[in-house]
Each structure stands twice: as structure tokens, then as C-alpha cells.
């Protein structure tokens, strides 16, 4: 199935794991009700990625609002690393609620790709579109490459060990017919985003990717310094990344968005999206959501990223990837934007 084309991943904190033991049989999603009507305390767990992106800061500022704007809700933001450990958490039931790549979403929903020997994880759906996931690769900015292919023998690192991230790097690498991890093409070193923006400023590392909303931290840490460059991708590279990789789609970082940043960059993006167990109550759900949309303009402030969460916008990258939860069905439905 063809993934419809749309515009424009730090560990667990262990110490936390006893105490979300406990709130795991304390406090179980209680049956569905509607926003305003008394509801037992329900704890949701926001599974993000790591700190230097931006999942972690927007899933933040997401806990804080339903924990301002709904009735019994206890809601916090956990950094992971990424997409592939978030659905673990949600398996597990150690997180409600996470942010997830369309890519990796679609791949799990359907048992294939990374998902191939786990088999289809069938356990959580949609919520609702955030915003574009962008790939940044950042190069020394004395390293004489322009292109993915000139990487061959380089240092970079990927992402985090089995992140989305580092499952970016391998797809959009296998492209140009390098692969890492089999064929040593290139060495790589598996960090989390600061630590893979402080190797690049050190000179440890030679590229690194950095997926997440513009502008990310990680990539403002080392365009800031001067240490950095943005390599931008060729349309044909494009084409065959999306051909391959369907979930792939353009997207530009605008001149100026970081420091020394003087031209546009041409690159690809993936939907970002906010998926739920299916165990969450329909009313519980619906009030999330609802709370997000009311709230578009405190979100959009919270990070620049977000100034793309629209209602109009509200299932690009869900239709056709994973099925919509039925309390987020019901409230698209009752924006007229879901049939």
C-alpha cells in the first residue's frame, strides 16, 4: 500500500519504573466519558525520543496541557529513543499515548520492513497529524561532499541503535547502495542527538542525522558554533528515495532557519503523528484530542515545529498508514474532516 504523500528519537528513566508499576493497577483508563464530566485521575505516559529533538519538547508541552485543560488527567512526557521503543512502551503498557514516524508506524501496523520477524503489532492506532518529521544531514562544514553517495568510508552517526532515526539512515544509505551495519561501508557510532551534535563539533564524527522539526536543537547546537553544514539532497535522489520508500516526501528548510544557512536545502520529511493504545476509552481520547485543536496556538508556541498542526491537516499521514482510534474518529467526524 502506498502511503499518500504529505508537506512539510536518552533511555528510559529507570527511576521510574516502580512508581509506574504501581499507577499502572492504580490508575487503569477508566470508562469513557466527556470533557467537563468528573472522571477518576487517569496517568498518561508520553512516550517522545530523546531531548535534543524535537519530540521531546512538544510531547511535553502536550502533557502539560491536557494536564491543565482536562478533568483527571495526570499526563507527563518520557524521553526514549524514539519511534520503535515508543511502541514498545505502548505493548508493554508502559506509555498511553506516543509520538511515532508514519514510516515506522506503517511498518509495524503491518509486519513488515523492521517489523518483519516481530510480526504486525496490532495493539495501538491513530490519533492525529502533527507535524513533518525532517531529515537533516550535517556535515563538517570542511568535508568535501555534496551528496549521500560521497559518504562512503566516512564516520557518521545514524541515530540511536534501532531508533527511527537510525532506521532513516539505513533506508535512505541503502539509496545509494551503502549499508553500515553488513557491508562497513562506513563507520558508524550509535548516538543520541546531543551526544551526536557534540561529536561533530569535536571533530569525532564527520556527518550525522538529525530527524525531527525545524528547527531542532540538536542542529541549532552545531550551526550555531560554525562546525556545521546542511548537505541538500538531489531531486533524482529524492525520487528514487520515495519510489523506494513511500513514505518519503520533499520538503525544503528555508534559508536562514539556522545560522549560516544562507540557501534553501532540499531534502525529505515523514508525517509525524500522535498514536494511542486501543485499551484508551473512546471519551478519554476524544477529550485529548479535542484539548489539542482548542489549543492549536499554545502548541504552536511551545515549538515552531507546530505551527504545521492544523485541523485540515489532522490525518495526513494516518489514512492508509494505521487506523484511527474511535474517540479521535469522533472528533474529526464532528469537525466534518472524516466521513
Not at 507527563?76 to 505502548?90: F, K, M, V
Not at 499521514?317 to 474517540?327: A, N, R
Request: aromatic residues 6%; charged residues 20%; hydrophobic residues 40%.
Amino acid at each position: 500500500m502506498r502511503v499518500p504523500a504529505v508537506y512539510a528519537v536518552s533511555l528510559l528513566l529507570g527511576a521510574a519504573a516502580c512508581p509506574r508499576e504501581q499507577e499502572k493497577s492504580a490508575q487503569a483508563p477508566q470508562p469513557a466519558t466527556t470533557q467537563g464530566a468528573q472522571r477518576q485521575t487517569t496517568t498518561i505516559n508520553v512516550a517522545t525520543a530523546t531531548t535534543g529533538g524535537a519530540y521531546y519538547p512538544i510531547g511535553n508541552a502536550i502533557a502539560q496541557l491536557w494536564n491543565e485543560k482536562v478533568p483527571g488527567v495526570k499526563a507527563s512526557a518520557q524521553a526514549t529513543n524514539g519511534t520503535p521503543h515508543n511502541i514498545q512502551l505502548l505493548a508493554k503498557k508502559d506509555a498511553e499515548v506516543a509520538i511515532g514516524q508514519s514510516g515506522v508506524v506503517y511498518q509495524a501496523v503491518n509486519g513488515v520492513g523492521a517489523y518483519k520477524d516481530q510480526g504486525k503489532q496490532p495493539f495501538f492506532s491513530g490519533m492525529t497529524h502533527l507535524y513533518p518529521n525532517v531529515m537533516q544531514w550535517v556535515a563538517r562544514r570542511e568535508l568535501p561532499v555534496k551528496t549521500l553517495a560521497e559518504l562512503k568510508g566516512r564516520r557518521i552517526v545514524p541515530g540511536p541503535q534501532n531508533s527511527a532515526t537510525e532506521l532513516n539512515s539505513r533506508e535512505m544509505l541503502d539509496v545509494v547502495g551503502l549499508d553500515y551495519r553488513t557491508k562497513g561501508d562506513l563507520k558508524a557510532d550509535y548516538l543520541d542527538y546531543n551526544q551526536a551534535a557534540e561529536q561533530l563539533k569535536n571533530k569525532q564524527t564527520e556527518v550525522i542525522l538529525i530527524a525531527g522539526g525545524v528547527p531542532t536543537a540538536a542542529v541549532l547546537d552545531v550551526m550555531t558554533t560554525g562546525e556545521g553544514k546542511l548537505l541538500s539532497l538531489p531531486d533524482d535522489y529524492i525520487q528514487k528515495l520515495s519510489a523506494k520508500y513511500p513514505w518519503y516526501f520533499p520538503i525544503t528548510i528555508p534559508a536562514g532557519s539556522y545560522r549560516g544557512q544562507n540557501a534553501d536545502v532540499r531534502t525529505v520529511a515523514v508525517a509525524n503523528m500522535l498514536i494511542a493504545r486501543n485499551d484508551l476509552p473512546e471519551g478519554l481520547v476524544h477529550d485529548l484530542v479535542k484539548t489539542m485543536y482548542d489549543n492549536a496556538g499554545s502548541l504552536a508556541q511551545s515549538h515552531a515545529a507546530m505551527k504545521a498542526f492544523t485541523l485540515e491537516d489532522g490525518l495526513k499521514g494516518i489514512t492508509g498508514v494505521v487506523e484511527l482510534h474511535p474517540g479521535a474518529a469522533r472528533f474529526f467526524k464532528e469537525k466534518g474532516t472524516l466521513k
